[in-house]
Structure formats: C-alpha cells, structure tokens
C-alpha cells in the first residue's frame, strides 16, 4: 500500500485500531502558495516571504523566496540573489519564487527576463523547484526555459488560462498550481483542471481571503475525486519535487 510510506503517517500505528480512510482524512490540507503567514486549521502552507522578514519567520514554516517581477529593484538584485542562494544552501525554501514575467507590470520586460533568468539558473543549479508568476508571457517563459535548458521542477502558480496554453506547457512538464478561479465554475481554470494530470496538480490561496479547504473541496467536485485522496496526492507531489522534508 504505496500510500502509507507517507511522511505524515510516519509517527503514528499505521494498522492500529484507526481505520485506514479515517486516517487518510486526517491529512492536512497542504495550500502550495499562500501571501498569508497563518494557514487555516488542519492546513500547512508555502508561505511567499518577503525579503525583509525572512529572516524573522518561524523555521517551521515552509516558505518560498524569490524576487517578483512587480517588486524589480536594479540595485538590490546582486544581493537579494545571494539571499536567495545562502537561503538554497541552508535548506531554508521549500521552493524559489514566486519570480517570473508580468506583461501588465512597469519594469521592462527585458529587465524582468534578466532576473528571471538568473533566478531559473540558480533554480536549476540546485535542482530547486520554481514557482513562477507569468502573466501574459506564457511563450516568453517557455522560450527562456527551452534556451536555458532548465531542468528542475517548474510550477505555474495561480493558473487561470485557456487548454491550449496548458497543452503547451505540458511539453515541458510543468506543474500548475490552481487557486480562487475554482470557485468559479464557468472559469478557465476549472475547464484545464481535468487536463492536467493530477500528479502535475497543486492548489492555492495566494493572496485571497479564502480557506485552502475551500479550493480543495471545489478541486474535489470538479474531478470527482473524494478530498482526501486529492490532500495525499498533493502531498506526494510536493514531496517529489521539494528538496527539503
Ligand atoms: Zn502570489
């Protein structure tokens, strides 16, 4: 039974007296980016920490660094860089991001694509998973990814775009991570969600006002898969992409 090696069951009596599915349901809800530090209750979460404060965080909570494309600042890159780097090193970031390309945003985007990049390099040097931020420049990032031969786990954070768009990211073997757009039903994202193979999957708040149960029980009734079974699968695809436990 492949899903019991599964960290979380680690401590416990796995043929105790519990029924099995009752323990299953027991899984935290894991919210794979989240702008907020307090996770709702029986959840865990990747929390997107800024460089000011990363320092100061909790070590138990599982966070992401990186530099967004909207919050560029030429001067401070170099060093937010070696921040990034030092944070890789210490084993300190569950993934780096969120980073990436925003058409919408006022640093140009040849700017943006240089940080980018040298944020997918120092990825890919250690094999970190990325969680990228791509607003209107879904062939901007593929090209940049293609070029520099990236090979570590990309994840496209907050995905809401047409089929066609997560086809060609399935070429390269992106994750997608999918969040308020769920509760819409007439939205792109639930019309991709059946797309993308759910070993490919995770969910999220990012920055909303809303419960990461919510999204999974959404998540739940559009695949037709129970919750705690989509709470394990995401689970195991975290742990298959992150280099930390
Ligand atoms: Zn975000």
Redesign the pocket.
């Known amino acids: 039974m492949r899903f019991l090696d599964h960290n979380r069951f680690s401590s416990r009596k796995i043929w105790g007296r519990k029924p099995f599915i009752t323990m299953m349901t027991d899984l935290s809800f894991l919210d794979f980016?989240?702008?907020h530090l307090n996770s709702g209750e029986n959840s865990e979460s990747i929390y997107?920490a800024r460089f000011s404060e990363f320092d100061s965080l909790p070590k138990t909570q599982r966070i992401s660094l990186g530099i967004?494309p909207w919050y560029i600042e030429e001067n401070t890159v170099e060093e937010q860089l070696q921040i990034i780097e030092k944070a890789i090193q210490a084993k300190r970031i569950a993934t780096l991001g969120?980073c990436g390309l925003d058409r919408l945003t006022s640093a140009p985007l040849p700017v943006q694509e240089s940080v980018f990049e040298r944020q997918l390099i120092l990825a890919n040097e250690y094999q970190m998973p990325v969680t990228i931020?791509c607003v209107r420049t879904f062939p901007e990032v593929i090209q940049l990814v293609k070029r520099l031969k990236i090979k570590t786990p990309l994840i496209v954070?907050?995905f809401n775009n047409k089929p066609e768009v997560v086809q060609q990211l399935q070429k390269y073997d992106f994750y997608f991570s999918l969040g308020e757009a769920l509760l819409q039903d007439e939205s792109n994202a639930v019309k991709c969600l059946k797309m993308i193979s759910l070993d490919r999957l995770f969910l999220e708040t990012?920055?909303q006002e809303i419960s990461i149960s919510s999204i999974f029980a959404a998540a739940s009734k559009h695949l037709n898969i129970p919750v705690s079974i989509l709470k394990d699968q995401i689970w195991r695809n975290f742990q298959r992409i992150t280099p930390i436990p």
């Open positions: 980016h989240t702008h997107n967004h969120e931020h954070h907050g990012d920055a």
